[in-house]
């Protein structure tokens, strides 16, 4: 069975520090991978999407970045945190093809103070 | 662009009855899926009925079921005999079909949180 992990389940950083984020899943081969946040009480943004190792989409312009180095691995980085950058984040991943439901793991809950 | 909106920010139902959550979007698209998730306390997003909307016939899981009319873009969630775990955040999204496949790309509305009281 395939199952979706991200680390840490909480983060506290001070404003200005650097930020990496991991997701790995396991279980599948080539999956689509997805990066969300969500602010408190909102729902949730589509912050960047990988369809294949090295291959990431932005949706919305930001202090964040994203890589896949390898086909199950999704990161999410940042160089220096704003406060605004607190939230928390979602990863999730869905197979290639039609009417692919997508997995979540169990979150971030990223700090920045 | 497409957009979801949930106008219903908090509902309360009594255990064992039935509550009903709207939603309604915008899109220029005709093929697309939509889906409401459910949020517990835990914050582990969990997918609780999706619709296919080339499909007529209203999704239904146990005790779970949306009314989906597309002319009217509206895409509501039933629960039935409502449970204490039932107790979550709901959200309802959508996805847009990119030809052959999809990206995943989902368009969430910003939620429902639902309260069943015993």
């Known amino acids: 069975s395939q199952t979706i992990h991200q680390w840490p389940a909480t983060l506290v950083q001070p404003v200005g520090s650097p930020l990496s984020l991991e997701c790995t899943v396991e279980?599948?081969?080539?999956?689509?991978l997805y990066w969300y946040r969500q602010a408190a009480g909102r729902g949730l943004q589509l912050l960047f999407y990988?369809?294949?190792?090295?291959?990431i989409s932005s949706e919305v312009p930001q202090n964040l970045s994203a890589s896949r180095p390898q086909d199950r691995q999704f990161i999410l980085s940042s160089k220096k945190l704003l406060l605004s950058d607190s939230g928390f984040y979602l990863c999730?991943?869905?197979?290639?093809?039609?009417?692919?439901?997508?997995?979540f793991g169990s979150g971030t809950q990223l700090s920045v103070l | 662009a497409q957009t979801v909106t949930q106008s219903q920010p908090e509902m309360s139902v009594q255990e064992a009855e039935t509550v009903t959550l709207s939603c309604t979007y915008d899109?220029?698209?005709?093929?697309?899926?939509l889906f409401w998730y459910k949020q517990p306390p835990s914050r582990q997003m969990i997918l609780v009925i999706r619709?296919?909307?080339?499909?007529?016939q209203n999704a239904t899981e146990n005790r779970f079921s949306v009314n989906f009319q597309k002319a009217a873009k509206s895409f509501s969630l039933k629960i039935s005999d409502s449970q204490l775990g039932d107790t979550a955040m709901y959200f309802c999204?959508?996805?847009?079909?990119?030809?052959?496949?999809?990206?995943?790309?989902?368009?969430f509305g910003q939620g429902t949180t639902l309260q069943v009281k015993p």
């Open positions: 999204a959508f996805m847009k079909l990119h030809g052959s496949g999809n990206t995943g790309k989902l368009i």
């Open positions: 999730a991943w869905s197979r290639t093809g039609p009417n692919e439901k997508l997995f």
């Open positions: 899109t220029s698209e005709n093929n697309y899926y």
């Open positions: 279980g599948t081969s080539n999956p689509n």
């Open positions: 619709q296919e909307a080339y499909k007529q």
């Open positions: 990988s369809v294949g190792i090295g291959q």
